[in-house]
């Protein structure tokens, strides 16, 4: 029904529309994914401010009419995360986040537990508590959206032999047997298999290796971008190809 209506939001992403508005992707509370309009945001005098960038938890009104897209009416700060924007293993580490939650979220879909571990990653970050944030919140994620990796046992045979390897066309840890059987199966050893498994039932900041948390983003990075089937763009910065 159109109309207005007031929410919670987190700011995704934004991108210019005509010489003075934008598109603003956010992750509201109640209301899941919204695109919507802000107008006249880029003019010198806009009333929005700096308000609507990306990280920013914000106090929106919106107006949603007939079309796809709703409207910004009115934006209050409730938390900036400047600091991520201040530091750069934040900023790449937060643009991981925000852009995993909108090329995985599906449009007005409600998920307040998906709100919730993003602004619960976002404050890790801003807090300083980075260690591992990138792939605690990428499994954390998987798993509430439908994706969790088995991490236990063989995901193929379902046994408890040692396990060896990841893949991510058959849903998470394999066996030295079937790893060498699954061509598309990645090496990964088994402390960072434990690793993962610990990060998916961790508060954020779990300490570790900085190398073994590599190995278990680049992982992770291979098992999210084969069930999304579309590029994850900042996990490049942080685990090339």
Known sequence: MPGLYRDEAIVLKTIKLGEADRIVTVFTRGHGKVRAVAKGIRKTKSRFGGRLEPFSRVDLMLYKGKGALDTITAADILSSFDELRADYARLTAGAVAVEVVEKIT????????????????????????????????????????????????????????????????????????????????????????????????????????????????????????????????????????
């Open 106 to 241: 599906e449009e007005r879909e409600r998920s307040p537990s998906v709100y919730a571990l993003l602004l619960a990653g976002l404050e890790s970050l801003a807090q300083g508590r980075c260690d591992n944030v990138v792939p605690a919140f990428l499994v954390k994620l998987l798993s509430l959206s439908g994706y969790h990796p088995q991490l236990q046992v063989c995901v193929s045979c379902g046994t408890g032999a040692l396990l060896s390897g990841f893949s991510a066309a058959a849903g998470g840890a394999v066996c030295e047997e079937c790893g060498r059987v699954d061509r598309g199966a990645q090496r990964l050893a088994p402390d960072r298999i434990a690793l993962l498994a610990r990060l998916l039932t961790s508060d954020f900041g779990y300490p570790s290796d900085p190398q073994a948390g590599l190995d278990v983003t680049a992982a992770l990075r291979s098992y999210a971008e084969y069930h999304l089937e579309r590029p994850l763009k900042s996990l490049r910065f942080l685990v090339p190809a």
